[in-house]
């Protein structure tokens, strides 16, 4: 149970319209324009029936969200997690949407998810879920319609086993279906750090723009997992003294700057944090309100909320996870004259180079892991520009600014192409 829990604040769908309201009103958006933004594009539940390892059958249910088709076919991850619910996957697929139109690739945006725990799950159960899951989105999925990739609880082999199964119902591989597989198997070099790598780009260009130096920075990373575990390296690879970094099971703290690849190695050995040797421990509560330049949220939805972002002394809040801070708590973080580099700027690495994995797929030609970081690199440092510019022109907060870009260009699309009826 979060701490830091707000009644009636936390509806990630709630939250993303509320700053999709703000950001519409001061674009002056069309209300045709605005209703058409506002409503998911198709939604689908499914049910999934499986026979699991003792001979019982359950009945599992299974979402996907397309929110907006207008600027490509939908992208978005898929989530194995016992509290999906229809609301979380709405506003996952618009920040999709959002995220896609950032960074400027060609995808509208798409979430899905499974209502089931993969920690009680063996790998059999785990690949009849997501087969007949699929198999019952068949008509909707398709490198042209709808490409998911891994999200909480999903992972390389979950789309290996995505990709097989469009493949025998298409009657041909389709690897360009779903990102984020195995590179074998048309995978991306870079895929797996790319969030984070985005995360310390937009860090770096966050820092620069205020003349800061990142060899002054504290940090703190709440999430050892890929995103939070990969973004602490990187900007501990810049100079930034990574101070405390948690799990779901509590944080460790060190002021004199925790060491990273150690964090790694106790991480692979043990796989979670506790009885890391050289630190002391708190509570992932705690690390997010501790006194330093850069906080990391990386870990999960609504973890800063009106409760206590009054009490956050981060000078900047770089967005590691999907939704970490509620819209009444960006009101008090702007008070508080707080940075907040928003998630659907700041984690768009990971979208992009699942792009890269796409049109590689569809060219069947690979590229390096530097060709990758280069491409990464020269989007995510537009991208980041981008937001900030329109920040400082329209005195708006980064993440409105972000959503006012992304509305933008999904509106002028969506006009363009007109309402077929
Ligand atoms: P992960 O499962 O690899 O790691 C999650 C980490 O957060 C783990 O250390 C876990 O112990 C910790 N955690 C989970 N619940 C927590 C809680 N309630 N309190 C504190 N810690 C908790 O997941 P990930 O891929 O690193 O993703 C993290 C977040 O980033 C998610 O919100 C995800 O949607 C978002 N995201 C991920 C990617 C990606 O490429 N992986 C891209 C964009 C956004």
Known sequence: MNPNQVLGEEN????MHARFDLAANKLGLD?????ILRTPDREMTVAVPVYMDDGTLQVFTGYRVQHSLARGPAKGGVRFDPNVTL???????AWMTWKCAVVNVPFGGGKGGVVCDPSKLSPNETEKITRRYVASLIDILGPDRDIPAPDMGTNGQVMAWIMDTYSMHARRVSTSVVTGKPIGLGGSQGRIEATGHGLQICTREALSRSGIDPAQCRAAVQGAGNVGRVTAKRLAGMGVKIVAISDIHGAIVNEDGLDIDAVETHLAQHRDLSGFASGDTTTNAELLELPVDILVPAATENVITSKNAPRVRAKMIVEGANGPVTAAADKILQQNDITVVPDILANAGGVTVSYFEWVQDRMGLFWSEDEVDTRM??????SFHDVATMSENFEVSMRIAAYMLAIDRVAEITKIRGIYA
């Open 12 to 15: 990630p769908f709630e939250a």
């Open 31 to 35: 209300p045709g324009l605005y209703q």
């Open 87 to 93: 609301d979380e996957v709405r506003a996952l697929a």
């Open 377 to 382: 690199e020269k989007i995510m440092v537009q």
